[in-house]
């Protein structure tokens, strides 16, 4: 196959630099991307592997996201945003191998375009938002 596959890592913490350490030489690392520059950076991938902002970012663009965080939420979808809503999009608990990685990204890369920005608009618009800070204070 003549398909290319590129790791990137966006992001800090404690973890960034070690893993620039270890794997500098196999990924594609970057530390910080203004928030404006976010959707023309975006457009450069087909999934996302992340979670909190990450993920809604990347709906928000059409991106299938599969969810990481503590743990593994698998693929984001209507079924799975049941639990990852509750923690924000940062999956908690659930260990997972690299077939299972594989296979979810290839099974994110045969969504249709629109479904991933129509979780976002379903569960981060700011309709829906509103109305749920206005639902916990009646």
């Not at 270890?22 to 404006?36: K, Q, R, T």
């Not at 593994?72 to 997972?96: C, H, R, W």
Request: hydrophobic share 45%; charged share 15%.
């Amino acid at each position: 196959s003549n398909k290319k596959n590129d790791l990137w890592l966006l992001g800090d913490g404690n973890l960034f630099w070690p893993t620039i350490d270890e794997f500098g030489s196999h990924i594609i690392a970057v530390n910080f991307i203004p928030w404006l520059s976010m959707p023309a950076f975006l457009k450069n991938f087909d999934v996302v592997i992340g979670s909190g902002r990450a993920a809604m970012e990347a709906l928000a663009n059409d991106i299938p996201v599969i969810c990481t965080g503590i743990g593994y939420g698998g693929i984001v979808n209507p079924e799975t945003m049941i639990d990852l809503q509750k923690s924000n999009l940062a999956a908690t608990g659930k260990s997972v191998n690299c077939n299972t990685i594989v296979r979810d990204v290839d099974i994110a890369l045969q969504w249709k375009t629109g479904w991933a920005r129509n979780i976002a608009l379903q569960y981060f618009s700011i309709d829906r938002v509103l109305y749920k800070i206005i639902s916990s204070f009646s």
